[in-house]
């Protein structure tokens, strides 16, 4: 990033609401020109997010409603999310958590009545511990919480939501990842791509040896105006993920939070792209059109065939 970066008064008055941060890996996959460039516009600050139009909201997926402690989010059957920091390697201009609406723990009581709970909810199958990002936890705060996690008898599954293999691969060390093994839980890693450009030479090797591990990896992505609403970009994207050994997960439509408006992709427009990409692409490059709709019991799956 560059030292001092140049701001318009507009674009200072976003970065003062959500503040700028990128990674040196972000950077150097910005491009030229900038207005036009699909990483600068996930992670500049805009004068775009001034706009304000009704239906975009500071908590548009009502997370708190279902959390009952402090770094638990559990709304949907046998899984439930831990936030566990509020870091994350990059701020994404598009985040639904741009506004903080949940925080995490924690001091080390919160987190111990936590892992109580945790212990206690025997229908929880798979703990997804999302963020912020968990892979920002320190090396004595990971290694906790995964013996933690190991130990619960009833957890089949542990899945790591995380932007840190593309956007900061060199976060994901190997005594991390010999940790996650250790717990001799399935892994599920859920990668964070939403443009062919953002996977570099050092991503690659993060993400070789998740595999190598013996991770299941996916991506999600999000489907965000002038950054990947075409299908030509997202078949790119999606058969260069395949050919890491990442399979496709989630294209989510933009969750509606205040500041994203100059993001959104109409859900016709999406169905459009997604017939077009289901003509190109084997099926299992295929990412499965959904949207968060806080009253439901999952993702709504968007059906475009
Ligand atoms: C997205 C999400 C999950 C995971 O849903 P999957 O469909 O299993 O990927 C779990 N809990 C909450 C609250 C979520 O928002
Ligand atoms: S939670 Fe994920 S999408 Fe949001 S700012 Fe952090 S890395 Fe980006």
Known sequence: MPAEPQLTPQQ???HRGFPMLLTPTMADCMRQPQEQDPIYRQFWPSA???QNPPHYTTDPLQEAASSPMPGLVHKYQGRALLHLTDACPVHCRYCFRRHGAITSPMDPQAEQQLVDHLAQDHTLQEIILSGGDPLMLNAPKWHWWMTQLAQLPH???IRIHSRVPVA???RLTIPMLETLQNTAKSVVL??????????TPASEVALQACRQAGFLVLNQS????GVNDSAEILAKLNLALVGLGVLPY???LLDTVQGAAHFEVSPQRAMEIMRQLHQCLPGYALPKL?????ELPGKEPIHWF
């Open 190 to 199: 859920v990668i964070h791509c939403n443009h062919a450009q953002e996977l």
């Open 168 to 170: 900061d691969p060199s």
């Open 155 to 157: 957890l089949q599954r």
């Open 48 to 50: 775009e997010e001034l």
């Open 12 to 14: 200072q008055l976003a």
């Open 290 to 294: 959904v949207r968060e709709r806080p």
């Open 222 to 225: 999000v489907l965000l105006a």
């Open 250 to 252: 989630y294209l989510h």
